[in-house]
DNA sequence: GGTTTGACCCTAA
DNA sequence: ATTAGGGCCAAAC
């Protein structure tokens, strides 16, 4: 049962319900490692394009969309969002999500 | 191989 | 409320 970390993040990822969200902790305690979200952003930033892992409902802890890749704008992750029902608040080029509303307990 | 760097989070001051 | 620092694991240098 060596699946690497990364293969369990993809797989907690995966799990999560379309319409919902889940912060970059959750996942990160989901998969054993409760103090490794920054690993949670690292697994997400090296997905290759078009995966099939909905990476998008990974927000941090305030709800805020903090993506760092520059093929895929905060922008773009809010509209794929929103294209599954999410309202996203955009204040300034500042993205966020309510959690009381979306966020998702497995 | 050691060091640095992240799509972050928690705790303490 | 805001700031500072440590921690987590893997990749890149």
Known sequence: MSSSLYQRIYAAVSRI???RVVTYGQIASLVGSPRGAR??????????????VPWQRVV???GRITIANLNFPPEAQAALLQNEGVEVQSQR??????LKKYLWRP
Request: aromatic residues 8%.
């Open 39 to 52: 690993l949670v952003g690292w697994a997400l930033s090296s997905l290759p394009a078009g995966t099939t």
């Open 93 to 98: 080029s500042n993205y966020s999500v309510n």
């Open 17 to 19: 319900p379309p319409g």
């Open 60 to 62: 941090n802890r305030e």
